[in-house]
T-cell receptor, first 114, second 118 residues
Framework: NAGVTQTPKFQVLKTGQSMTLQCAQD?????MSWYRQDPGMGLRLIHY???????DQGEVPNGYNVSRSTTEDFPLRLLSAAPSQTSVYFC?????????????FGDGTRLSIL | AQKITQTQPGMFVQEKEAVTLDCTYD???????LFWYKQPSSGEMIFLIY??????QNATEGRYSLNFQKARKSANLVISASQLGDSAMYFC???????????????FGQGTTLQVKP
């Protein structure tokens, strides 16, 4: 009963480095999304996907790439990390059957860019 | 543009008392959904309760209830009989209106930190 699994839980990068945040869900959910949470702010949507092969931008997509080759996985890529990307990142998924199904969140990845 | 506003950065409540966390929203979409999530200090996001714009009754889930006042565009969370474990940050969120109509994207308020005193 894993739900939404995010790896790693913590990561420190240097400016300019690249990395991929992993997200996997075992609930056969069609809809997956990535959010970032900054101090004093709510979660903001980075990218989302409504199914395998389909992705779209959210509110703050710049500096991030995503792909969705399978239903289960939705990785988030930082191509050239910047200090402004220091944040806590959450992956979420929900069933696509009904748009008001609650989203299930992973435990988050704390990312620091030096 | 759609917006969620939580005006209480921090709240205190005595254990076993009830507390109301405020949430107001702005949307031109006649069909929308409102959610409340809890984020304890450990960091995970926990779904608490949902209210649909066409629901006739206020939503309830155990000790959580939603005071939904559509005309005032408010969806306040009421926690009855507060417990120490209720100490957390609480987020109000709304399903965003989209062109395709079915993405279910959420927009979040800034959150309210609740501290329960023994």
């Amino acid at each position: 009963n894993a739900g939404v699994t995010q790896t790693p839980k913590f990561q420190v990068l240097k400016t300019g480095q690249s990395m991929t945040l992993q997200c996997a869900q075992d609930m056969n959910h069609e809809y997956m999304s990535w959010y970032r949470q900054d101090p004093g702010m709510g979660l903001r949507l980075i990218h989302y996907s409504v199914g395998a092969g389909i992705t779209d931008q959210g509110e703050v997509p710049n500096g991030y790439n995503v792909s969705r080759s399978t239903t289960e996985d939705f990785p988030l890529r930082l191509l050239s990390a910047a200090p402004s990307q220091t944040s806590v990142y959450f992956c979420a998924s929900r069933s696509g059957e009904y748009r008001d199904q609650p989203q299930h969140f992973g435990d988050g990845t704390r990312l620091s860019i030096l | 543009a759609q917006k969620i506003t939580q005006t209480q950065p921090g709240m205190f409540v005595q254990e076993k008392e009830a507390v109301t966390l405020d949430c107001t929203y702005d949307t031109s979409d006649p069909s929308y959904g409102l959610f409340w999530y809890k984020q304890p200090s450990s960091g995970e996001m926990i779904f608490l309760i949902y209210q649909g714009s066409y629901d006739q009754q206020n939503a309830t889930e155990g000790r959580y209830s939603l005071n939904f006042q559509k005309a005032r565009k408010s969806a306040n969370l009421v926690i009855s009989a507060s417990q120490l474990g209720d100490s957390a940050m609480y987020f109000c969120a709304m399903r965003e209106k989209s062109r395709s109509g079915n993405t279910g994207k959420l927009i979040f308020g800034q959150g309210t930190t609740l501290q329960v005193k023994p």
